[in-house]
């Protein structure tokens, strides 16, 4: 079970990413989705879920090779 929700939780940012890839190529040949009202705000909307999609993901398995001791101690804290 909780293999599943975190692949849910992986997934549902990948769509995430996947629908901004698709409203930034959409804004490049011109076609405006009813939800915006402008090229231009769409394009923006596409940038910020593939930026938030793509970052989450990072974070997530950043997290877990941390977590793991997978990093060879480039990421661990220096206090």
């Known amino acids: 079970m909780l293999r599943l929700i975190a692949f849910l939780m ?28 402008n090229v231009i ?16 993901i990072g974070g997530f398995l950043l997290h877990r090779d941390r977590k793991k001791n997978k990093t060879k101690g480039r990421f661990t804290d220096k206090k």
């Open 41 to 56: 705000i769409q394009f923006l909307a596409g940038f910020i879920f593939t930026g938030m999609g793509i970052g989450f």
């Open 10 to 37: 992986l997934l549902l940012p990948g769509i995430l990413a996947v629908y901004g890839i698709k409203l930034i190529r959409d804004s490049f040949f011109g076609l405006v989705n009813p939800v915006f009202i």
